[in-house]
């Protein structure tokens, strides 16, 4: 008996596959049904670990068993290849940032390679290839035209060291996340595409997606923020400030109007144009303003933040009241970006008003009575009441549910043209504009006769100069001269290139339709193609990217089709979503706080130590394999030393995918030690059975029971694919290889069972750890491959569970069970139950009076 070698077996594999092309999509609609599984394509950040895999592994699973049920498959790769880190990569390291990224698309290519994906290889695309952002470019100038791209002025965070532009994430403690030096917001032109003319289309469509997670939907959700409810106006109360400010007051955008008696203050966001203008001439304010501006940007940084404000000197009235004047704040909690930047305190109904409240001595009135509660008595300390209830306090709103309220507080507005329903949205406009080389260059050029004028069709792409460094902070982009100054394409004036580029986020918002035919040369995809294609079927990635790529890409796709690119109806391009787990490890550090590599420790006398220097360890978290924190597998090294299929099977075992699962060396050896289990199995019995692919019939006794094992596995193993319970069919198949190791064939009938059952377990296992599969059916003496040899097919007979189990009680209680044929006589269940160990024992020293027999379901003794 042979010991399976994966080093040999692998390989060979792979290689067979590659010259037979079993994984290539087909070129042309057949008859066939297609079925698109994608996973996120990778950032190509230098190596893949083992943690990495989990993701391809599920999207490889779906791809192998859909395509042995006869689907055309399209599952592609490809890369996410501009950004940021190529741009730090080449100031630290001397390189250009194509030669970094092209070297790590190599290595994680042959890396993906190893692991025995089913890809299609011939669609890969690299977004950093002309060949495909200029493609990019030509669908920028398509939205152009469609009036979905705008340019004006964006409050942004400048790093004044780094000279650059920094996400809200890249501002940390309010200082630039690699200079540490303070940030500080600037108005620029930046580019924008206006994906608030799809708020309704995106939020009403995720109504749709049935084989989403739902909470990666109500985080869409939430983000789009559909809010409905009420602009309204607070008049000055002194008339010079209307003339001051040039408007009779300030409206504010609020979805509680049912509060507005329990006003108690006017919040100016920082920026608001009012609190700058009192800014200038009031240095209280305007050294409020400027902390503002030089603390966190990000709302998860502005809600934690504790609340600050200062009173501007500036009083409104009341909407219903002209004697009830309402001071104006500004806050460091409200944000300029949502509604109109203003809002009013009604500190009883709102936790961040009543924080603000009570910090700066400001009246808090309760106007909404919770349920059950007495009037007299219900008072407002350190929590706001925000739930539903009855309005008072609150003169024509008396008596009111909070919903009824809103809309008759509306009404009233109305009467005295101080407000109007209103429906905003959190959303934003996407800001596309990155001040960096190392991202598709924007497709326009700036005259001063013309303005901004498209760059010709015929002039795509725009391609980075290759000729550039990276000595100086900024983007190179602005320093070259020969590439940033051209003339004008419509009056040939010198005029300049734009030299922001896109947000990489944009590559990822339409790769899927290019996979779907990636050699057009004179455009971005082939309709037809992309049509038969799209929607993708299943798609696999991180919750990470619940909002952001994936509200991108489902808006991306409806612009492209209203340029009238692609027929896709409903506009969405990814029907199925899953969102998998993480791989976690141990944590390590040295004596110094450092992070250490699993590989840099061994165990010594019962303890961790570093194996250099022999210095103690400190073992962490339990948290997701990270680079940062080195507590990472290196993928190579594990097939190395255990194979492909190990990685897969181990990343698929135990933990639903949905969860995390924890790497550990025991899990990873009981992996390797059933893997030799299996093929033991088969290696030892293939020469004294018949070749599997044929159904045993006639089988009855020992040989029909694993008959029926067999296609109970194949029934249970389908159904756990397609709901993506791929744990339980790896616990399935650990049943199934525990049956046939206690099942020996014997005579002709029995042989041939096991041989149809080794074959199913081959096949059964194959979408999991291809390699041994083949393996497996290679030594079994299976026709061609094991690839090609479809799914197997459960006989609906073998299926049929003929015995049943049955509870026995003695006086309503439980006291044992006896398994029985279906349908088997009261009299013969009876005697069944009163012989069982267990049931015998409990009757001791009792006499039965009455045995009740349920058929099929229970036995209840009455003894006494």
């Not at 469509?205 to 923020?225: F, S």
């Not at 450092?594 to 165990?603: D, Q």
């Not at 040989?703 to 790896?730: C, G, K, M, W, Y």
Request: net charge negative; with cysteine; aromatic share 10%.
């Amino acid at each position: 008996m042979s010991r399976y070698n994966p080093r040999e077996a692998e390989p060979k594999w792979q290689s067979i596959w590659a010259d037979q092309g079993v994984d290539r999509a087909g070129r042309e609609a057949s008859d066939r049904p297609k079925y698109y599984v994608l996973e996120m394509f990778p950032y190509p950040s230098g190596k893949i670990h083992v943690g990495h895999s989990r993701n391809y592994a599920m999207g490889d699973v779906v791809a192998r068993y859909k395509r042995a049920r006869g689907f055309d498959v399209l599952h592609p790769m490809g890369w996410d290849a501009f950004g940021l880190p190529a741009e730090n990569a080449a100031r630290e390291r001397q390189v250009h940032p194509r030669d970094w990224t092209l070297k790590n698309i190599e290595v994680m290519r042959g890396q993906l390679k190893r692991l025995g994906l089913s890809l299609d290889w011939d669609r890969e695309i690299a977004t950093c290839e002309p060949d495909y952002y200029k493609h990019q470019q030509a669908i920028f100038l398509k939205l152009m035209e469609k009036g979905l791209v705008e340019r004006r002025k964006a409050k942004v965070n400048w790093d004044p060291v780094d000279n650059t532009v920094l996400a809200n994430e890249q501002v940390i403690d309010g200082k630039g996340w690699r200079s540490g030096a303070p940030v500080v917001q600037r108005e620029l032109d930046q580019w924008f595409l206006k994906i608030t003319d799809y708020a309704d289309s995106l939020l009403d469509g995720l109504e749709t997606l049935d084989r989403w997670p739902e909470k990666v939907r109500l985080m869409q959700a939430n983000w789009i923020g559909r809010s409905r409810g009420a602009h309204i106006t607070f008049p000055f109360a002194d008339p010079a400030d209307a003339e001051r400010f040039g408007m009779p007051g300030i409206t504010v955008f609020t979805t509680r109007p049912d509060t507005i008696f329990g006003a108690s203050f006017l919040a100016l966001a920082p920026d608001h144009a009012i609190t700058r203008e009192l800014g200038q001439d009031d240095p209280f304010v305007d050294s409020f303003t400027r902390d503002c501006a030089s603390a966190g940007t990000s709302e998860e940084e502005i809600e934690k933040a504790p609340k600050k404000g200062v009173d501007l000197g500036v009083k409104v009235l009341h909407p219903f009241d002209k004697k009830w004047k309402i001071p104006v704040w500004s806050a460091n909690f409200v944000l300029s970006t949502y509604g109109t930047g203003a809002i009013f305190g009604s500190p009883a109904g709102d936790q961040r008003d009543l924080d603000f409240a009570r910090k700066y001595d400001l009246d808090v009135t309760p106007v909404v009575l919770p349920p059950n509660t007495d009037a007299a008595s219900h008072s407002i300390d350190t929590e706001a009441y925000t739930g539903p209830g009855t309005i008072y306090n609150s003169r024509f709103l008396d008596g009111l549910a909070t919903d009824e309220a809103i809309e008759r507080c509306i009404t009233e507005l109305e009467k005295v043209n101080l407000g109007q329903g209103a429906t905003t949205y959190r959303l934003r406009d996407w800001l596309v504009s990155r001040q960096r080389y190392w991202g598709c260059p924007i497709p326009v050029i700036h005259c001063g006769t013309c303005g901004v004028v498209p760059v010709p069709d015929t002039a795509l792409p725009v391609e980075l100069p290759r000729d550039v460094t990276f000595d100086t902070p900024g983007n190179p982009l602005d320093r070259h001269e020969g590439w940033r100054n051209v003339d004008c394409p419509e009056c040939g004036a010198p005029a300049r290139r734009e030299t922001d580029t896109l947000d990489t986020f944009v590559c990822s918002s339409w790769y899927f339709l290019r996979f779907a035919s990636p050699w057009p040369e004179d455009k971005p995809f082939d309709a037809d193609e992309a049509r038969r294609w799209m929607p993708v079927d299943q798609y696999v990635g991180g919750i990470e990217h619940a909002i952001l790529h994936l509200l991108y890409a489902r808006f991306f796709t409806r612009a492209i089709r209203d340029c009238g690119l692609i027929d896709l109806p409903d506009g969405e391009p990814f029907a199925g979503l899953f969102t998998q787990g993480m791989v976690t490890h141990e944590t390590y550090r040295s004596e110094d706080g450092r992070w250490l590599a699993p590989t840099e420790i061994e165990e010594r006398d019962g303890k961790l130590v570093e194996i250099e220097g022999g210095r103690p360890v400190t073992v962490g978290a339990i948290e997701k394999m990270s680079k940062s924190k080195k507590n990472v597998v290196d993928l190579d090294d594990f097939i190395d030393t255990y194979g492909a299929d190990a990685a897969r099977w181990f990343v698929l075992s135990d933990s639903p995918p949905e969860r995390d699962v924890e790497y550990t060396d025991g899990g990873v050896d009981g992996v390797w030690r059933f893997i030799q289990r299996l093929w033991s199995l088969v290696d030892e019995r293939a020469d004294e059975i018949p070749a599997p692919g044929k159904a045993a019939g006639n089988a009855e006794g020992e040989p029909l029971e694993i008959r029926r094992v067999a296609h109970r596995a194949i029934r249970d193993v389908t159904e756990a694919i397609e709901s993506f319970r791929f744990n339980t069919a790896v616990a399935k198949i650990h049943d199934f290889v525990n049956a046939l190791r206690k099942f020996r064939g014997g005579d002709d009938a029995g042989k041939a069972a096991e041989a149809e059952a080794l074959g199913i377990l081959a096949q059964l296992i194959s979408p999991f750890m291809p390699h041994l599969a083949e393996a497996c059916w290679e030594r079994l003496g299976g026709d061609g491959m094991v690839v090609s040899a479809g799914w197997p097919e459960a006989d609906p007979s073998l299926l049929v569970d003929n015995t049943v189990t049955i509870a026995v009680q003695v006086n309503g209680k439980r006291r044992g069970e006896i398994e029985l044929a279906k349908g088997t006589a009261k009299d013969d269940a009876e005697a069944a139950a009163l012989a069982d160990p267990g049931v015998a024992r409990s009757l001791e020293g009792l006499t039965v009076r009455k045995v009740i027999v349920v058929p099929d379901r229970i036995v209840n003794i009455v003894a006494g």
